[in-house]
């Protein structure tokens, strides 16, 4: 849920930020589900939604490409003069930004060990992201 506040700069409660940027501060894996969404990218041809690059924890990764979908038939009890004969439906592709992270020979994951600090940034401005 996004609302204005006086200084005219968009507040999403769950991250920080500045009136292009929105900041999240530490890890939360309840936030893991809106971060994706909220730290998405995208250009019109492509995007992705923005799991972490290693895979762990994650909701819903995915890539989508502009044009990439489905024709799925759509049955009716009844057929008239105007319904649809057909649906498009967008199809997700794998996750093109994941990487397998190594620390001393044991997989990285956000979930499982001591972790000192996070920080996450979406630039939108520059149209950036980064951890």
Excluded: C
Aim: glycine share 12%; no cysteine.
């Amino acid at each position: 849920m996004l609302r204005k506040n006086p200084g005219n700069t968009v507040k999403v409660p769950l991250f920080g930020g500045g009136e292009w940027t929105i900041i999240e501060e530490g890890f939360d894996a309840a936030r893991v589900p809106a971060g994706e969404s909220v730290f998405s990218l995208a250009n019109g041809s492509l995007g992705i939604r923005y799991s972490f690059e290693e895979g762990s924890p994650v909701y819903k990764p995915g890539t989508y490409v502009n044009g990439f979908y489905e024709n799925l038939p759509i049955t009716y009890g009844e057929n008239a003069f105007g319904f649809p004969l057909e649906k498009q439906t967008i199809l997700t592709l794998p996750d093109a930004a994941s990487l397998k992270l190594f620390v001393n020979g044991e997989p990285f994951s956000m979930e499982h060990g001591r972790l000192l600090s996070h920080t996450r940034i979406l630039d939108m401005k520059s149209a950036a992201a980064a951890r």
